[in-house]
């Protein structure tokens, strides 16, 4: 059974940092494209990172230069290092695996002093 499960999420002040973990099960991570979503209240869905099969790691403009995925094919998680976080990073975040069409259930995280 695949399943993603997030965790990480808080409350952080602006200019702080988090880093979000997607662990998975039923499936290997490594050889497979990750991405990391994030939705905000009454926006849609965004892609904030994406890691592909080979390894190549794509991001936004909005999030460029402050978030970087990464993967631990051992302990078969994904991560979201951010940094220089701001109120409009505020937001659920999920792990997605296109593979499996598989969603995690997603972690808080709000940007606020």
């Known amino acids: 059974q695949v399943q993603l499960v997030e965790s990480g999420g808080g409350l952080v002040q602006p200019g702080g940092s988090l880093r979000l973990s997607c662990a998975a099960s039923?499936?290997?991570?490594?050889?497979?494209?990750m991405n990391w979503y994030r939705q905000a209240p009454g926006k849609e869905r965004e892609l904030v990172a994406a890691?592909?099969?080979?390894?190549?790691?794509t991001y936004p403009n909005s999030v460029k230069g402050r978030f970087t995925i990464s993967r631990d094919n051992v302990k078969n998680t994904v991560y979201l290092q951010m940094n220089s976080l701001k109120p409009e990073d505020t937001a659920v975040y999920s792990c997605?695996?296109?593979?499996?069409?598989?969603w995690g259930q997603g972690t808080q995280v709000t940007v606020s002093s």
């Open positions: 039923g499936f290997s991570i490594s050889g497979n494209a």
């Open positions: 890691s592909s099969s080979s390894g190549a790691r």
């Open positions: 997605y695996a296109p593979r499996w069409v598989k």
